[in-house]
């Protein structure tokens, strides 16, 4: 498969714009820090909006947390969509919410967007949890439920973010997929879905059947586990997910690189002993990832059988 190539590159007129909306921390590689680096190296011009300013994760213990005043945050979404070049816009990312109100302001971009430019696309990445529970408050993440999923085009939710925002308790991705022909979103990726593989993670990718729009067709994107993973993985997923599919304008192939990019920039980051994603280190894996992963249609056979490890840890020279 030939490589894709930079969105940027070769084109007339402005490059293309997507606004990233999202926590922004002052040390390290998770948010708006992940996901706007990774979006501006595949060449796409970025509008980055904080929703919450902090010194790093809170993975990494307790710190300042800032919040944008309610007002003036929404005014500052409106002067974004007031801007001259609104229209040119590609793209809307959104991921971690500082509160609930933010989802509102959002909201109306969207919409404001959608109509300067209904060929646009509205990614919603619901950061709200993992497998121990909720890590923002319940009126946040029904905020995200009722306002910003019914106007995604796709959305990436983690399988506990899944099924807390469709009330259900899947055990397969099965469940998933029959779970997600009900809910408001056309197209999704479910990532930590139930891997197949022993000692895997898995992508799961469900959209619109053509046979049948009533229908959802799922491809499941594997790759080996790593332990120790920083965090960041789901920010980088979506914005590498979403800068290929602006880009080839196909689900599977998007699926298949972001998992790829994502896996290799965590397995390399994990081998030199970095706690935080070395996103700039390794950049050149975003457009070009050399790991190959399992692809498969659930109920299906894979396409592919094998991956590439990560790279090794050089070992230590000795000097006796």
């Not at 979404?77 to 919410?97: C, E, K, M, R, T």
């Not at 509102?104 to 121990?132: F, H, Q, R, T, W």
């Amino acid at each position: 498969m030939s490589q894709p190539t930079n969105p940027a590159q070769g084109k007339q007129g402005p490059k293309p714009i997507i606004i990233v909306i999202s926590s922004h921390v002052m040390a390290g590689s998770v948010g708006n820090r992940a996901a706007a680096f990774a979006l501006e190296r595949m060449g796409y011009q970025v509008w980055e909006v904080p929703t919450i300013m902090l010194p790093w994760h809170p993975g990494h213990g307790p710190s300042t947390r800032q919040i944008p005043d309610e007002d003036n945050f929404a005014q500052c979404l409106q002067d974004l969509a007031n801007h001259p070049d609104f229209a040119n816009v590609a793209a809307i990312l959104s991921g971690y919410l500082g509160q609930a109100s933010q989802a509102n302001a959002i909201a109306k971009l969207v919409d404001e967007l959608k109509s300067a430019n209904p060929e646009a696309l509205y990614l919603c990445d619901p950061v709200m949890g993992e497998a121990n529970g909720l890590y923002i408050p319940v009126e946040t993440a029904t905020a995200i439920r009722e306002q910003l999923l019914p106007r995604a085009d796709i959305a990436t939710p983690n399988r506990f973010e899944f099924a807390w925002l469709t009330n259900s308790e899947p055990t397969c991705n099965e469940d998933m997929m029959e779970t997600a022909s009900n809910w408001p979103v056309a197209k999704s990726v479910i990532t930590s879905a139930f891997p197949m593989l022993k000692n895997a993670i898995g992508n799961l990718l469900l959209t619109p059947s053509p046979n049948d729009r009533a229908e959802l067709d799922a491809l499941l994107c594997e790759h080996q586990s790593l332990p120790n993973t920083p965090h960041g993985t789901g920010d980088l997923f979506s914005a590498l997910f979403l800068g290929h599919l602006l880009n080839i304008k196909n689900e599977e192939q998007s699926l298949k690189l972001a998992s790829s990019g994502v896996f290799e920039v965590v397995a390399r980051t994990v081998n030199i002993g970095e706690k935080d994603l070395a996103l700039s280190t390794f950049q050149d894996r975003f457009m070009a990832p050399m790991a190959m992963v399992n692809l498969r249609k659930i109920g299906g056979k894979p396409k592919l059988a094998t991956f590439r490890k990560g790279p090794k840890r050089p070992r230590p020279t000795s000097s006796e």
